[in-house]
């Protein structure tokens, strides 16, 4: 199964109605579909590597790059665009692309032509004649275990690790979106997601375009730019990180009546504060739904919806979901007592790529019975989250079992920082934890043991992450510390260490 063929029906079938809204263009279905045609025989002409890279903002130029690799039976590689040079660096190299497709205005973004490799090729949009009539091609059919693309997400040994999603990951879980959310061919959506990312990935490009749904794109969260798109366009259907939501709350001359077209507002990819659900239910009359899922997931796995929500909750699986709370010794857990979250289903990824030892750890066998009564044999996700659901199976999360962090929407180990910072000639050991912040959720803050015979300077410091890291992930404060606090066999304890203030 392959979400290629539900866009190129509408193509077909509709093809003059609209797509994508963008903060440069219009594009029609068909428009979509035929640009993606072109460019499929440019992938073609000018690569023979089975990746693809695709380094683009978030607008119509996605979809249609995703499309086109698809069309020309490649596997895409969406890079974070945020990353520092070193780390896009490695991500390039370990996915072994030699193309890029791309666009002018991104590689002036990241700082010119030197900051991606020499070797990469890169593809631009604008030297692309998207003119005349396209190069027809009857789609693919690819299986469903064949892969699809390739996200990479932040790991805990410091480097980030590519996740296998297949082509039956990604229909399997936008289908269940539209069933347990009851999307029509009625909903608008408004995309303020970076498309790299799994939630701007499938919630707000292949969803809605599955679904024959037209979707506002903009390239930058600007709060006050939101306000004009949603008034302009009036988006049903918005997702967002809960620290857009608390953003918006700064925008002056903003009343109800300007949301009321809203009927789904979305939070994912961190914990919603309660004092943001209050605040923007108090003042714009918008009752914010939570939802949970991670990349491995492709990445939906609960949903809540309007007529299905509790405060405090993620809410309910997607229909072909299975959700399990384990106890310490992979145990399942009655409702109402806390353990590990584990899911199964069609949208469990295939794996990590070129990372064996990392995909057995991420799996568990288990042969168990289910709260319904239902039996499960199988293998499950570890998703490293702590919850509990209650008597009527609605999921709430509680702590992380992974010490990490949830910065604007975007994992954050701390052992990536604490490499960067343990490599400065004035570091002989850090230890980096979390700090909750009201617009970005968390921020990285960091401790530090000093060198003997040198001095510590935090400006210096962090000018050092800033060059290493991405902005996001350079510690907000950096404080030394005469000796961080360790077990008895030298692991430090991050627990033991109190936030600053």
């Known amino acids: 199964m392959s979400l290629i063929w539900p866009i190129v029906r509408r193509a077909l079938t509709s093809p ?7 903060d440069h263009q219009q594009l029609t279905y068909g428009r979509l579909v035929g640009g993606a045609m072109f460019l499929a025989h440019q992938i073609e002409t000018v690569t023979s590597d089975r990746h693809v890279g695709l380094l683009l903002p978030t607008s119509g130029a996605f979809p249609l790059a995703l499309l ?29 692309i030699d193309t890029i497709v791309t666009v002018g205005p991104m590689i002036e973004f990241l700082g010119g032509r030197h900051m991606i490799p020499a070797h990469i090729r890169l593809l631009r949009l604008e030297d692309v004649d998207f003119t005349g009539f396209p190069p027809l091609r009857w789609p693919p059919r690819p299986a469903s275990d064949n892969l699809a693309v390739i996200l990479y997400t932040s790991g805990t040994s410091g480097r980030p690790k590519g996740v296998m999603l297949t082509h039956g990951n990604l229909q399997a879980n936008v289908q269940d979106c539209i069933t347990h959310a009851n999307i029509t061919l009625r909903d608008k959506f408004l995309g303020v997601l970076p498309q ?18 037209q979707v506002v794109y903009t390239a930058r969260f600007v709060p006050r730019k939101v306000v004009e798109l949603i008034r302009k366009h009036r988006p049903g259907i918005t997702m967002g990180v809960p620290s857009m939501y608390g953003a918006l709350l700064s925008v002056k001359g903003v009343a109800p009546e300007d949301f009321t077209s809203i009927h789904c507002a979305i939070s994912g ?11 923007v239910r108090d003042r714009f ?17 609960h949903w809540s919806t309007p007529d299905r929500h509790r405060t405090g909750s993620v809410g309910l699986p997607l229909p072909h979901v299975t959700q399990i709370i384990l106890d310490e010794s992979d145990r399942p857990l009655p409702p109402n007592q806390d353990g590990e979250i584990v899911v199964a289903g069609p949208n469990v990824m295939a794996g990590y790529y070129k990372l064996p030892n990392e995909t057995a750890q991420a799996f568990v066998d288990l042969d168990v019975c289910l709260l319904d009564g239902r039996k499960f044999r199988g293998t499950a996700f570890r998703t490293g989250d702590i919850g509990h659901v209650d008597d009527d199976g609605y999921l709430y999360i509680t702590g992380r079992k992974k010490e990490m962090l949830i910065v604007g929407g975007e994992n954050v180990f701390p ?26 959720g968390q921020v990285p803050v ?38 961080l606090p360790r077990s008895a066999t030298g692991k430090i304890l991050r627990r033991k260490l109190k936030t600053p203030q």
């Open 16 to 22: 003059k109605r609209v797509a994508v809204v963008d």
């Open 68 to 96: 086109a690799a698809w069309l020309a039976k490649r596997v895409a590689v969406p890079f974070n665009y945020l990353l520092a040079q070193d780390e896009l660096s490695y991500v390039i190299a370990d996915s072994g």
């Open 285 to 301: 009359g918008l009752e914010i739904l939570e939802g949970y899922g991670l990349t491995e997931t492709s990445p939906v796995t």
């Open 415 to 440: 052992r990536e920082i604490e490499e960067v910072l343990n490599h400065h000639p004035s570091v002989r050991d850090s230890a980096v934890i979390a700090k909750e912040d009201g617009m970005r």
């Open 269 to 279: 990819g961190e914990p919603l504060p309660r004092e943001t659900l209050d605040q």
């Open 196 to 213: 790299f990312h799994s939630f701007g990935l499938t919630a707000l490009t292949l969803l809605p375009l599955a679904a024959g749904c």
């Open 446 to 483: 960091a401790f530090v043991e000093v060198q003997e015979g040198e001095t510590f300077d935090e400006s210096a410091l962090r000018a050092w992450c800033r060059d290493r890291l991405a902005s996001y992930k350079v510690p907000r404060q950096i404080t030394p510390i005469d000796q």
